[in-house]
């Protein structure tokens, strides 16, 4: 799972998306909740979804998180998501 990333398909440009990601328990996983996303606020195809881990840079890198299933939660305000996928 090394480097692989979240991209959407969306359009945001009137307000913003926000993603979290749980583990198959319904946990947040630490570092992937809606406040430590940075919201998406874009017109695009495959746009990346970065997180601020721990109050640092933004990290698009979704290194570790694909031990076992996960859910993924949007939060969308005023924006469409068409799609979204995990690319390498």
């Not at 328990?25 to 996303?37: A, K, N």
């Not at 970065?50 to 640092?56: F, I, M, R, V």
């Not at 933004?58 to 570790?64: Q, R």
């Amino acid at each position: 799972d090394h480097g692989k990333r979240l991209v959407l398909n969306a359009d945001a440009k009137g307000g913003e998306i926000r993603v979290q990601l749980r583990d198959s328990r319904g946990e947040v996983l630490p570092g992937y909740s809606f406040d430590d996303c940075v919201p998406f606020q874009t017109d695009g195809l495959s746009e990346s979804v970065s997180w601020k881990k721990g109050g640092g840079a933004p990290k698009e890198e979704l290194s570790g998180v694909f031990a076992e299933t996960l859910r993924v939660e949007f939060q969308i305000e005023n924006a469409s998501l068409y799609g979204f996928d995990v690319i390498q």
